[in-house]
């Protein structure tokens, strides 16, 4: 029995063995396989190196001014599904607060991954966050970015829907830079002679503000609905909507703020350097006292007291200060939607936090050349959407475009007052 042990310890042991390297080779031939890219509208990574199934990598920030760091990655994992495959950012953390949002249908719909898939860790000074990134079982491919992009395939799926409604006009307000089409949407009450006023809104001036434009999608599909407040709006009231402002930053993926040698939202001077912003202000000035109402739509930073919740920034023209406090007030009364908007903690007025002139020396800001283009509007700013989190309602594209129709609401009640 003795002399046998050996022998069969030897029979016992093949087999796992055989079945171990069975099972290493796939992984082997696995790992080779995972790329990661950025190949498509709205795409920016940059592979900072790879280190098996690891990848380290970093916001591609090449239109971004010099020493200025942004937060925007939209990037895509290819590979065997099923098998982790370990994301890393090191030295600064890009990653929001409910974690990267994930598209497993190529784009088109993203939900958030969490930020307990988060892992910090630290090497002496050094710090990195990684999250492990995984192909599902039956897709090729997975998206991660900072937050649910809105690229104009989203607008060409909208205007899918949309586009024959006889309240609807697509138009093009100019060519980019790189000569793409410029999209001019107008909404609402289309006969000119009944319109009793136009309601300017504006995103993308910062190309990576996604939520902006669910939010802006919201507003338009508010107008267009068969319901009592779309009849309100399409009544006498006319929105022109210019979705993407720096188009060319928006489809090539580059997140635009402080983008050299300054910015969209920066252009509103005599000799503006985009042809987006000075076909805007051309095609807006020419409607004169018509325009009653102007919101630029952005979204904040990447986290942090401000930036995790809905606000509208302040003015400094005084005489715009009441009709302020007046749209704050109504937006926070007529919201319906899940994400908070209240009166005391969604105003930053001018002069408190960031929002001090100092901030606007690189030039003229949208809002602040409609407050001079525009003055007796009833309401000419900014708001900022977070891009995840509003008092701790989660954001999401369906989120954003509900507050949109309660931002359709509250504009309403404004300029119907
Ligand atoms: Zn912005």
């Known amino acids: 029995m003795l002399g046998l042990a050996p022998l069969l310890l030897h029979v016992a042991v093949a087999p796992f063995g055989v079945a171990q390297e069975r099972a290493r080779q796939p992984n082997v031939a696995a790992r080779k396989a995972f790329t990661i890219d950025a190949d498509y509208p709205g795409g920016n990574v940059r592979v900072v190196r790879r280190e098996g199934d690891t990848f380290v990598v970093a916001p591609d920030l090449r239109d971004t001014q010099p020493g200025v760091w942004w937060f925007y990655y939209n990037f895509r994992l290819r590979g065997p ?42 090497t002496g000074s050094k710090t990195s966050w990684s999250f492990p990134a995984v192909v599902p079982l039956g897709a090729t491919e997975a998206r991660f970015a900072f937050a649910p992009p809105y690229q104009q395939s989203h607008l060409r799926e909208w205007l899918n829907v949309h586009q024959d409604n006889p309240a609807l006009k697509v138009e093009e307000l ?24 136009v309601v300017l809104l504006t995103s993308r001036h910062h190309a990576c503000e996604s939520i902006a434009t669910y939010a802006m999608e919201g507003i ?59 076909a805007w202000m051309k095609r807006s000035q020419s409607l004169g006292p018509k325009v009653v109402f102007s919101l630029d739509m952005h979204c ?28 704050v007030t109504s937006l926070a009364r007529v919201r319906q939607g899940p994400i908070p908007f209240h009166a005391s903690e969604c105003y930053l007025p001018h002069g408190v936090a960031w929002n001090k002139t100092a901030n606007y020396a690189a030039g003229r800001s949208n809002g602040a050349w409609s407050r001079d283009a525009f003055p007796d509007a009833r309401f000419c700013g900014t708001i900022e959407i977070a891009y995840a989190s509003a008092l701790g309602e989660e954001v999401t594209a369906d989120s954003a475009r509900r507050f949109g129709r309660d931002l359709a609401s509250a504009i309403l009640e404004h300029i119907e007052r």
């Open 81 to 122: 599904a099923g098998q982790p495959a370990t994301i890393v950012f090191e030295d600064r953390n890009p990653i929001g607060v409910r974690g990267p949002a994930v598209s497993v249908d190529g784009g088109r719909t993203w939900t958030w991954l969490g930020y307990e898939a988060v892992t910090e860790s630290k």
């Open 174 to 197: 100019c060519r980019s830079r790189k000569d793409r089409a410029v999209e001019l949407l107008r909404a609402g009450c289309l006969d000119e002679s009944r319109v009793k006023g």
């Open 220 to 278: 338009l599909t508010a107008v267009l609905a068969e319901d009592e407040l779309g009849r309100r709006w399409r009544k006498q009231w006319q929105i022109a909507a210019l979705p993407f402002t720096d188009k060319d930053g928006v489809e090539d993926g580059d997140q635009g703020k402080n983008r050299s040698p300054h910015d969209h939202n920066r252009d509103y001077n005599d000799k503006p350097l985009y042809p987006e912003v000075a």
């Open 300 to 327: 904040p930073y990447i986290r942090g007291q401000w930036n995790d919740r809905v606000y509208i920034v302040g003015g400094a023209k005084p005489e715009f200060m009441e009709r302020e406090r007046e749209f």
